[in-house]
């Protein structure tokens, strides 16, 4: 009978220490895991969180936009400001509407109603949208050349050249300043 030396029957096998390390390393290497993929997780919620607001706003931004820049007749202070243009196309309605534009009660707010000047033109239906929520302040200046940036529109029968909107939010961040340019006619003068 041959004897087998020592150190292959010691081979053959793993000793208790040596299963209680790997065990160990392998647990380290769950805690990382899992801790990184909570972190991955919690940045992805916060990323489609921030993307959700910055669409809402860039969505309102585009609106204004384009109902300013079409706009005519414009009247405004520091806190609104009211004109004559057309609905966004996605809203599919025709013809011109009064415009209005505010903050309210913490809400960005746009009212329209059929533009009518004629008698019955007071008991037209004011429709009131809410833009965006969470706006404690929206402010609009009026660069108005060659006198520059005012808070308030001095002659309503020439347009401003340039409409600046500032919008704060209740937890005090401004958005992104939005400067429009009403469109010029065949003339030079905006849109009458």
Known sequence: MRKTPRSQARADGFTLLELLVAVAILGLIVVALSGGVRFAGRAWQTQE???TE???RDAVQA?????IASGRAFEGNEGSL???AP???ALARAGLYDIDIRAVDQQLVLNWKPHFSGSNAATLDTTETGLASDVTEI???YFVPPAGWQ????DKTKPPGLIRVNVRTTSGSLWPALTIAPMLDATGDAGK
């Open 49 to 51: 969180r921030r993307s």
């Open 54 to 56: 910055f669409g809402d």
């Open 63 to 67: 609106v204004m936009r384009e109902l």
């Open 82 to 84: 009211s004109f004559v």
């Open 87 to 89: 609905l966004p196309t």
């Open 139 to 141: 402010s609009f200046g």
């Open 151 to 154: 808070s308030t529109i001095p």
